[in-house]
């Protein structure tokens, strides 16, 4: 048996020829094209849910001077190291910490490029050269992968670097060269370096250091003495990462908690539930199905150019990952995908072998042994091409729907040159949008999230006395209020302010903002593109030397082609105006008449306020206003003609 497995089923060249090389290349254009596009994505909003701690980690270890932070939930300190030399070097401290993640996630598409490059070695390694392209080919495409290929997270590196440790211990043990297994160990440390997870691979590797006693030719003492070399330095590595590195102290750290008590022997039922989460992710039937198909010509009958020790240690280290991520529950998709370069490169083997048997079929049919070797190439890789163009499609949109504007960073812009600051509920998808550290957000005003919740979870009031100005909900969710007899309570008692409808052409969630507080005193009026929706007046009964304070409400058609202040007016009864107050007509100079732009959108003014002199006569006075252009005095008309309207009549007693 050991002598079968130690058969040399494989070409004795070292790497393929140029022709596969090419082919690689022309697929490594392929991925590239797609996880570079629109790698920015969503920024300055960081989307991802984990992006954040690695980058924040970072800086504080920046701000406090200590290398705990490096075990942030358990994480070593691969990714942390990564984002902190990024920080410490070429961050601008006036930016927020997401500043320089794009690099960062340049780096991370690079890592997912070289294990695209890995599985291709692999795949050509223990089965048939068109094993590696295949597999590769899976690997560029597969929507799931080019979409997390892009974050600046730990998955692409220790994909790559544990990968590239089975590579390489596998070429040693192929050629016999202690070098290759040594470099392989070293992979794996730094793969552990990026997740705990990459040393459950460790005994694979070292029982691979050991098969070569089994091997022609080997030197039992020589082995053994490489093998002991191996055992001492991951040793060692091991030694600095637990012991002399804080790894163990993560539970010290503020805001940071190791799961270390989450680690146990997982239930049948956990594996069960870990290979679904983990194969749907991935799974395209009839792939699998030629896939899997393929590899059964092993057990029907065994092929040339197949390393069965290659193989099963392929076949091995799947299981081992998926065993080992199972030690921690049930874990997201995210946490297999070095399961999943496996299952390519095996799926790889099998199309190959799909094609060599094809090959054989033809050869009996009359065809030359060249033709039909050629023909069988030409029908596998067209066979996968063709079942794999639903996954390109898929990858193709994502790629393109990556390129398109986040609709939080609209958000958050509107908000901060739109409303004065105050606090805010909403669901997942805005919890972070006004967060500096977590979202990215660098705005002038700040917007406190109160609490993540759903408006309809308590009253109004109850929401007021929190201290909640504002209610960010979905938008779909706000066409629903009418429905209902508290939806429609909510309805009187907030102001749509401005709304996010869904659209082909951004990205982000569609979504409303509300105002918990409804306009005082409906009113209308229109002044050019500019209609009047209402006021809220401190007081419509005052005193002589008292201020009057208000608030305006406008919706607009069109911007206007030029800026325009707002003029307020007190009047007497002879229509002689006795005070007034000018100003820009929102809270921020940043959103003067020629940006409003929206329809729909409910234009809150500034507060401003009039002073009464303390000898005004008593009695009845108008407040009316409207718009003038600063540089030539010119003012909106209305259709009538007139260029103010009236607000409210005031009565001001002694």
Do not use: C
């Amino acid at each position: 048996m050991l002598a079968f497995l130690n058969r040399d089923h494989t070409d004795t060249r070292r790497y393929p020829d140029r022709r596969w090389w090419l082919a690689l290349g022309l697929i490594v254009i392929g991925a590239a094209a797609l996880r570079f596009t629109g790698y920015n994505f969503s920024l300055p909003y960081v989307d991802h849910q984990d992006e954040p701690n690695f980058y924040l980690s970072a800086q504080f270890i920046i701000d406090t001077g200590s290398a705990r932070p490096f075990s942030m939930q358990g994480y070593p300190p691969g990714i942390i190291t990564l984002d902190y030399l990024f920080q410490r070097f070429f961050s601008d401290p006036t930016l927020p910490p997401s500043q320089l993640i794009h690099w960062v996630r340049l780096i991370s598409i690079t890592a997912s490029l070289g294990t695209l490059i890995v599985i291709a070695l692999t795949g050509a390694r223990v089965g048939p050269p068109l094993a590696g392209l295949i597999g590769a080919a899976i690997w560029a495409f597969t929507p799931v992968i080019v979409r997390h290929s892009r974050y600046a997270t730990a998955d692409p590196y220790v994909t790559l670097f544990a990968l590239l440790a089975l590579y390489q211990v596998l070429t040693g043990l192929r050629f016999n060269r202690n070098g290759w297994i040594t470099a392989g160990i070293v992979s794996l440390m730094l793969a552990t370096a990026f997740k705990y997870q990459a040393i459950f691979w460790l005994p694979l590797l070292l029982g691979l250091a050991l098969w070569r006693l089994t091997m022609p030719g080997s030197e039992r003492r020589a082995v053994l003495a490489h093998f002991g070399k191996l055992v001492l330095l991951e040793a060692a590595f091991l030694f600095w990462l637990v012991a002399l590195y804080p790894s163990l102290e993560a539970n010290q750290v503020p805001y940071w908690v190791a799961p270390t008590t989450a680690l146990g022997l997982p239930s049948l039922a956990t594996l069960a539930d870990n290979l679904r989460v983990a194969l749907s992710a991935v799974w395209l039937p009839l792939l699998w199905i030629g896939g899997l198909a393929g590899l059964l010509w092993l057990i029907v009958r065994p092929l040339r150019r197949v390393w069965f020790v290659g193989l099963i240690s392929l076949v091995l280290a799947a299981l081992i990952w998926w065993f080992g991520v199972s030690l921690f529950g049930v874990q997201d998709y995210r946490q297999f995908f070095a399961f999943y370069a496996l299952l390519m490169i095996l799926l790889g083997v099998g199309w190959a072998l799909t094609a060599q048997a094809l090959g054989r079929w033809l050869v009996q049919r009359g065809q030359t042994q060249v033709q039909a070797q050629r023909l069988a190439l030409v029908i596998a890789a067209a066979l996968t091409l063709l079942i794999g163009l639903p996954h390109i499609a898929a990858s193709v949109e994502d790629a393109r729907e990556h390129t398109l504007f986040d609709r939080r960073n609209a958000l958050a812009h509107w908000m901060d040159i739109s409303l004065p600051p105050g606090g805010f509920i909403t669901n997942v998808d805005n919890h972070k949008t006004f967060n500096r550290q977590w979202g990215g957000y660098n705005g002038e005003h700040d917007y406190t999230l109160v609490e993540e919740a759903p408006i309809t979870a308590q009253p109004i009031a109850d929401w007021r006395a929190l201290g909640v100005d504002y209610a960010i909900m979905p938008y779909n969710d706000y066409l629903t209020l009418p429905d209902f007899d508290q939806g429609r309570a909510i309805l009187d008692d907030t102001l749509l302010l401005k709304s996010y409808p869904p659209a082909p052409d951004v990205r982000g969630p569609s979504m409303v903002v509300l105002r918990l507080a409804p306009i005082q005193h409906p009113a209308e009026g229109t002044l050019g593109t500019i209609h009047l929706l209402g006021y809220d007046l401190s007081n419509t009964r005052t005193h002589v030397g008292e201020p009057i304070t208000f608030t305006l409400y406008w919706r607009a058609d069109a911007p206007t082609d030029a800026e325009y202040t707002v003029f307020n007016h007190l009047r007497d009864a002879s229509g002689a105006m006795i005070t007034q107050v000018d100003g820009p007509p929102l809270p921020d100079v940043r959103r003067p008449t020629t940006t409003w732009d929206d329809p729909q959108e409910t234009l809150v003014s500034r507060t401003f306020t009039l002073n009464l002199l303390d000898d005004l006569t008593p009695g009845t006075y108008t407040l009316v206003s409207g718009f003038y252009r600063p540089d030539d005095g010119s003012r909106l008309t209305g259709a009538d003609g007139a260029t103010s309207l009236t607000i409210a009549e005031i009565e001001i007693a002694p």
